[in-house]
């Protein structure tokens, strides 16, 4: 309860509140998205993947769990870190998973480093262009980066974003499907889609019950709601103002692959310059 000693849930920023909860699956479509998304990416177990702003790791031990690839995951927040190295360890895959509190915009990375960076619910709150040149940087040539963010269906008034920014923190800004692949595209990737493209549902149900599965979360939740009462308005709020609002809202997947970097041309000296002309006439 880190946090909460220090700071009342009404005073707590979205992403604080998110890991003093453990919340795993904290994106649009929570983890039931999560396994349409990886499935349309077949991922392979040779891969080496990155997930970026990885919150308390169900995604990144799923995928270690389920097909056996070796996965870093970061995130800003240490206390999601810890969370998600307990969940490594707990679920048994400490040896695929590593986890470490890192700033998605200068990634502790070299240059063509990863096959796949994922990412879930975070450049939405960030410079998208800036997180995915970072993406772009850290990736292999023909790597593939899959982003599953929130969409903005149609323009949203101001008084909503207003709303929006309350809930979910300043600067929290869902693009169109097209202006999340235009940000790709600006940062370099090419074969730019967006995969599995779904309105906001009214599914809380279906993501309640995922959650209630998750023990990160659910671990010492009832506590939390009875020392803190402001928690339950809290989280009654957000998901009020997406279930109020949802038709302005979507989520889907922006995908794009890093090109292969085409050789520059070959330095030709002055003498071999001459001989081809000759040789060519
Ligand atoms: C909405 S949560 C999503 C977490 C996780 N991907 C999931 O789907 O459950 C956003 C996460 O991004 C992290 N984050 C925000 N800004 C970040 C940054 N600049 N670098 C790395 N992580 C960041 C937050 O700490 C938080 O855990």
Aim: charged share 25%; aromatic share 10%.
């Amino acid at each position: 309860m880190a946090i909460a000693e220090t700071k009342r849930v009404e005073e707590m920023n979205y992403f604080e509140l998110l890991a003093w909860l453990g919340i795993g699956s904290s994106h649009p479509g929570g983890f039931p998205a999560t396994q349409q998304n990886l499935n349309a990416l077949q991922v392979n177990s040779e891969e080496y993947v990155l997930d970026a702003g990885c919150g308390s790791g169900l995604t990144a031990c799923h995928l270690a769990k389920t097909i056996g690839c070796k996965i870093i995951g970061v995130d800003i927040n240490p206390q999601m870190v810890e969370k998600a190295c307990l969940r490594a360890e707990k679920e048994g895959v400490a040896h695929l998973v590593e986890f470490r509190v890192a700033d998605a915009y200068n990634l502790p990375f070299t240059d063509n480093h990863f096959d796949l960076v994922i990412a879930e619910s975070i450049t939405v709150f960030l410079d998208k262009v800036k997180v995915y040149q970072e993406f772009y940087r850290v990736l292999k040539p023909e790597g593939r980066v899959a982003d599953l963010e929130m969409v903005l269906l149609t323009e949203l008034p101001a008084n909503l974003r207003t709303q929006m920014e309350a809930c979910f923190g300043s600067g929290t800004n869902p693009l169109s499907p097209e202006e999340w692949l235009d940000a790709l595209t600006q940062a370099g990737f090419e074969d730019v889609v967006f995969k599995n493209p779904q309105r906001m549902k009214n599914n809380g149900n279906v993501i309640v019950n995922e959650l209630k599965k998750d023990w990160v979360l659910v671990k010492g939740l009832a506590d939390k709601a009875a020392y803190l009462p402001s928690l339950v308005t809290r989280l009654q709020k957000n998901a009020g103002f997406m279930k109020k609002n949802r038709s302005y809202f979507g989520y889907g997947l922006a995908c794009g692959r890093k090109p292969t970097p085409v050789p520059p041309p070959e330095k030709v000296g002055f003498k071999d310059w001459v001989l081809q002309v000759f040789r060519r006439n």
